[in-house]
């Protein structure tokens, strides 16, 4: 089994207010993706994150979202595929001067939220942020939906695309992602968690709502550390990965001959 990457989404508080407890999460997770300004985060917050990933060794990312504080990023927009290829090297700039001046740097971006979810079935929209990703640096890992029009078309564009998968959410019978709206959308029962990731690993599928098997690859897992109990969420899971002879670390890309 390969490694997989245990990774969450970090630094969605604003000034001293925190959203989620980031301290505790990086002792259990691979990689974080940090808020950018747009859907949460702040500079403040962004330095405190990277600064203290990087103690810790885990690794950095950007995590760019949508502009909208008000609704978390979690709102569908009207945004055209310049807009967010603008709006997501922006992102990424800010996380990489912020990592630079605290000694590290950005290794991957995962996009957040409505944008997320707005681009893994849309292919225009999944180029222009996938453009942007090589644009900015071609060296960047670029975390993508398994199975998603993004990760194809990002593939495309030459891009090393890490295989998402989520440990706390469930899947609708297309792939995607239960929207937030409809019941079952979150998994909070660890037991039902830890069953679907093993599906995931084992068996490569994962069940979709209906019951359907999805087939699924699984590099990277993501959790939402802004959920109640994300910090018993992830040290429960991380145990039974671990028993489970599952090695976790940091995904990278493939050496160069």
Do not use: W
Not at 68 to 85: H, K, N, Q, T, W
Not at 97 to 119: Q, S
Not at 180 to 188: C, E, K, S, V, Y
């Amino acid at each position: 089994m390969n490694t997989l990457d245990l990774n969450c989404d970090m630094g969605e508080g604003f000034g001293v207010y925190a959203m989620g407890d980031d301290e505790a999460l990086l002792g259990y997770v691979n990689s974080a993706n940090i808020a950018c300004g747009f859907h949460a985060g702040d500079p403040g917050t962004m330095a405190r994150t990277v600064r203290a990933a990087t103690a810790r060794g885990v690794a950095v990312g950007a995590h760019p979202g949508l502009p909208d504080l008000l609704g978390f990023g979690r709102r569908a927009m009207a945004v055209s595929p310049a807009e967010a290829y603008d709006l997501v090297v922006y992102q990424i700039g800010a996380l990489q001067a912020v990592a630079a001046a605290a000694g590290t740097r950005v290794r991957h971006v995962k996009t957040h939220g409505a944008l997320d979810n707005m681009a893994v079935v849309d292919e225009k929209l999944s180029e222009a942020i996938g453009r942007a990703v090589r644009d900015v640096d071609a060296s960047l890992l670029f975390y993508a939906m398994s199975g998603s029009v993004t990760a194809t078309v990002a593939r495309g564009l030459g891009l090393h695309v890490v295989s998402v998968v989520y440990a706390d959410r469930s899947y609708q019978d297309d792939g995607t992602l239960t929207p937030r709206r409809q019941p079952g959308a979150m998994i909070t029962d660890l037991q039902q968690s830890v069953a679907q990731v093993r599906d995931m690993l084992e068996r490569g599928f994962v069940r979709a709502l209906s019951g359907r098997e999805i087939p699924i690859e699984a590099q990277a897992l993501s959790l939402h550390g802004d959920q109640p109990g994300a910090v018993a969420f992830a040290t429960g899971l991380t145990q039974a990965l671990r028993a489970g002879g599952v090695r976790l670390g940091a995904a990278a890309a493939p050496a160069t001959a």
